[in-house]
């Protein structure tokens, strides 16, 4: 099946920073591709659309203003994480569909 | 989209069939009845998914009823590696989200 690659895989980072996770989708082209947050012995939220060459859609309860993202090609969409707090400490998941949804390995990132 | 609902947690001997639920009583015409399983600390995989015929591929089968309110998902084996939370989740219409509801804990026993 088709890949999508998250990177970080797993990130710590300082209260006040910022912090950038990468999604690709490597043997496809993906005008959109979809972020998600999960907290432990929950299920996966749907925060936002990310659109190819125009603003991404979030969801509603979703700052748009502190988890920028950008896609800014047909293979690559970043999320960033803006002044980061502990409780934004979570598991970040990307996804991208080729017919079937396909999903990134996450990324698992702790604010201290 | 439509609501599905899935039992909590189910639990399986190791090599035995599993049959795993799910209701969407709600489900509309053109909604398509997919599956997805989530590994501990991965991201979500692809696992079968159809529309009104039961479908057959090399991880699962997926039986779905007649009034396709309700539909199966069946692992002929089970392994150790399946353990895994399974999402039912319906998808139609033009827009390209996945929403995750709180799908089910499958444990494998040994």
């Known amino acids: 099946g088709a890949v999508v690659s998250q990177h970080p895989s797993r990130v710590i980072c300082k209260s006040g920073t910022s912090v950038k996770i990468e999604c690709r989708s490597l043997?496809?082209?993906?005008?959109?591709m979809f972020w998600y947050r999960q907290f432990p012995k929950q299920s996966l939220m749907l925060m936002a659309t990310?659109?190819?060459?125009?603003?991404?859609?979030?969801e509603q309860g979703v700052e748009k203003d502190k988890f920028l993202i950008n896609h800014a090609s047909l293979t690559l969409s970043t999320l960033t994480v803006t002044s980061a707090h502990p409780e934004d400490s979570s598991f970040y998941i990307c996804?991208?569909?080729?017919?079937?949804?396909?999903f990134g390995q996450g990324t698992r990132l702790t604010v201290v | 989209d439509a609501k599905t609902t899935q039992p909590n947690s189910m639990e399986s001997n190791e090599e035995e069939p599993v049959h795993l639920p799910c209701n969407h009583s709600?489900?509309?015409?053109?909604?398509?009845i997919h599956w997805y399983r989530q590994l501990p600390s991965q991201g979500p995989e692809y696992v079968i998914h159809g529309l009104t015929s039961n479908v057959n591929n090399r991880m699962a089968s997926l039986a779905i009823a007649e009034d396709r309110k309700s539909s199966t998902l069946i692992l002929h084996r089970a392994t150790l590696r399946d353990a895994a939370v399974y999402y039912c989740?319906?998808?139609?219409?033009?827009?390209?989200?996945?929403?995750f509801g709180t799908g089910t804990s499958l444990t494998v026993i040994p």
């Open positions: 990310s659109n190819e060459g125009s603003k991404a859609t979030y």
């Open positions: 043997d496809f082209q993906a005008t959109t």
């Open positions: 989740i319906l998808k139609g219409g033009t827009g390209n989200q996945f929403y």
């Open positions: 709600t489900i509309s015409g053109t909604d398509y």
């Open positions: 996804s991208a569909r080729q017919n079937e949804a396909f």
